[in-house]
């Protein structure tokens, strides 16, 4: 599986963003999760999504203000972020997995990542 991160950019607080995960190969059954890493921070799990769309998690905070789709037709993850924090600041990254742990790293396909920033 191949995954591809686009979306990011820069906004000012409060602004939404919405993130795409562009998914290509043996793309089927993988649950995906989208994960963040700020400067300086480990990488930490934002949100998940089973691979029938259902089964969304999210970490505290952010549930309430980002929610997690996927168009399996067009083999997309979708993560759109409202309301975004300075906080929110950090490079975005997309992995599938067969059964995608929630609150693991331990993911077997990465993307590449992509910037968001917020700023106050």
């Known amino acids: 599986v191949q995954l591809q991160a686009s979306g990011g950019g820069v906004v000012q607080a409060g602004d939404s963003l919405r993130l795409s995960c562009a998914a290509s190969?043996?793309?089927?059954?993988?649950?995906v999760g989208w994960f963040r890493q700020a400067p300086g921070k480990e990488r930490e799990f934002v949100a998940r999504?089973?691979?029938?769309?259902?089964?969304?998690y999210y970490s505290d905070s952010v549930k309430g203000r980002f929610t997690i789709s996927r168009d399996n037709a067009k083999n997309t993850v979708y993560l759109q972020m409202n309301s975004l924090k300075p906080e929110d600041t950090a490079v975005y990254y997309c992995?599938?997995?067969?059964?995608?742990?929630?609150?693991?790293?331990?993911?077997?396909?990465w993307g590449q990542g992509t910037q968001v920033t917020v700023s106050s």
């Open positions: 992995a599938a997995d067969w059964t995608g742990v929630v609150n693991s790293l331990n993911w077997a396909h």
């Open positions: 190969g043996r793309t089927f059954s993988y649950a």
């Open positions: 999504i089973g691979w029938s769309g259902g089964s969304t």
